[in-house]
């Protein structure tokens, strides 16, 4: 696996790219290291590695299973310890989910997609962050 980053204004505004997607992501630094909100920040892009990995799993297991989703939305909050460096001490993610799905169903798909199959889940753990989850569903 490779990703490239380009530094693109005299400040901390980058881009990133990998071979796998033609898409660019924009990331950039707070204010106070001269952050122009330009992109995400880099830890923003952490939780959204969370919610990505565990989603594409979440709804792959769902589909599998003929669950029909017409809504799928996550939500995630995580706490900062205040020492640098600033590490997530505790993650909850919020699952949104829309459709005819056995909520049994999906309580098993999202504990599988996130502590089973989800590898950004298995570093952050092992790195001492908290993860808990919680799933809502409506018709």
């Not at 830890?43 to 297991?61: G, K, T, W, Y």
């Not at 029909?68 to 997530?88: G, K």
């Not at 089973?116 to 919680?134: N, P, Q, R, T, W």
Request: aromatic share 6%; charged share 25%; net charge negative.
């Amino acid at each position: 696996m490779k990703v490239s980053l380009k530094r693109v204004n005299d400040a901390v505004h980058f881009e990133a790219s990998a071979p796998s997607s033609a898409v660019k992501v924009h990331i950039d630094g707070s204010p106070d290291l001269g952050g122009q909100e330009l992109g995400v920040r880099p830890m923003e892009m952490v939780l959204m590695a969370l919610a990505s990995c565990s989603s594409l799993d979440l709804v792959s297991i769902l589909k599998k299973q003929k669950q029909v989703i017409d809504h799928f939305s996550v939500d995630v909050e995580a706490e900062r310890r205040e020492q640098i460096p600033n590490i997530f001490t505790k993650i909850h993610m919020y699952f949104h989910l829309k459709g005819t799905i056995d909520p049994a169903k999906a309580e098993r798909a999202a504990e599988l997609a996130v502590k089973k199959y989800c590898s950004v889940h298995d570093m952050l753990v092992a790195g001492g962050v908290e993860i808990s989850y919680s799933v809502e569903i409506s018709n």
